[in-house]
């Protein structure tokens, strides 16, 4: 039996307010399987950021229509947004620091009970995923006593904590070392596909794209395949 598709775009149009505000968003359309891994290349000013941050609940489209699991999100209001943010979509962002005076343990639990999980149990599943990325011996370390794969390491056990429908990553590897962020990248990919999550990669490196099930290019409003995608 299929499963329902992950993530469901139509006719996604987004322009920003100012005398040269054009349609950084123009019609897009995007299908997800569940489980799907796709990365999303462009050039700067295509429209890659803006196009996670809506479907990230962190920005609203002008029209268009989005499913999350079948859930039509641009029909909820904001609490609705930020709850189904909340429990079914995970972020690896470059900027998204981590909190400098929690251990990478605290940084996972933390956001774990925010929503409702139990100290204890919040500990122990942060303590687990650590160990899937390899970090168990450094739970209790703080953010700045890691290395910058270290810490996005941390940034990719929490964005799967809450066992997400959709990780969304936008060049999160962009200020690691070459081979330091493939690494971070397959592991992404390993976690996210262990869980049937699935998974929007914003990338410069076809590289890094190439970690993906499919390449995907953001170009005047829209998404076409990559063309040099045969091999
Ligand atoms: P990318 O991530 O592909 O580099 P962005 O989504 O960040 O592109 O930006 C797309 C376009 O929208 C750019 O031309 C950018 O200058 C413009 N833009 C982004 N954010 C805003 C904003 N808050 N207000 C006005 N224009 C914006
Ligand atoms: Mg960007």
């Not at 040269?20 to 796709?38: F, H, T």
């Not at 479907?55 to 209001?77: C, F, K, Q, W």
């Not at 079914?88 to 929690?102: D, E, K, N």
């Not at 995923?129 to 270290?150: I, K």
């Amino acid at each position: 039996m299929d499963s329902a598709p992950c993530l469901q775009i139509q006719a996604l149009s987004k322009q920003y307010a100012g005398p040269q505000g054009r349609r950084v968003l123009d019609g897009l359309d995007l299908q997800l399987a569940a489980g799907e891994y796709v990365a999303i290349m462009g050039a700067s000013g295509s429209g890659k950021s803006t196009l996670l941050n809506v479907l990230g609940g962190l920005l609203r489209a002008d029209s268009g229509t989005i499913r999350l699991e079948g859930v039509p999100m641009h029909n909820l209001d904001d609490a609705g947004l930020t709850r189904l943010r909340r429990r079914r979509i995970g972020f690896v962002f470059q900027a998204f620091h981590l909190l400098p005076h929690l251990s990478a343990c605290m940084n996972i639990a933390l956001p774990l009970q925010l929503d409702g999980v139990p100290r204890g149990q919040a500990l122990a599943r942060a303590r687990a995923l650590l160990e899937q990325v390899a970090l168990g011996e450094r739970a209790d370390a703080l953010p700045g006593e890691l290395s910058g794969g270290e810490v996005q390491r941390v940034a990719v056990a929490r964005a799967l904590a809450h066992e997400p429908a959709l990780v969304l990553a936008d060049e999160p590897t962009g200020n690691l070392d070459h081979g330091i962020g493939l690494r971070v990248l397959t592991l992404l990919r390993e976690q996210l596909g262990s869980r049937g999550g699935s998974g929007l990669l914003v990338t410069h490196s076809l590289e890094a794209a190439r970690t993906a099930d499919r390449i995907l290019v953001l170009q005047d409003g829209r998404l076409q395949p990559w063309e040099g995608q045969t091999g």
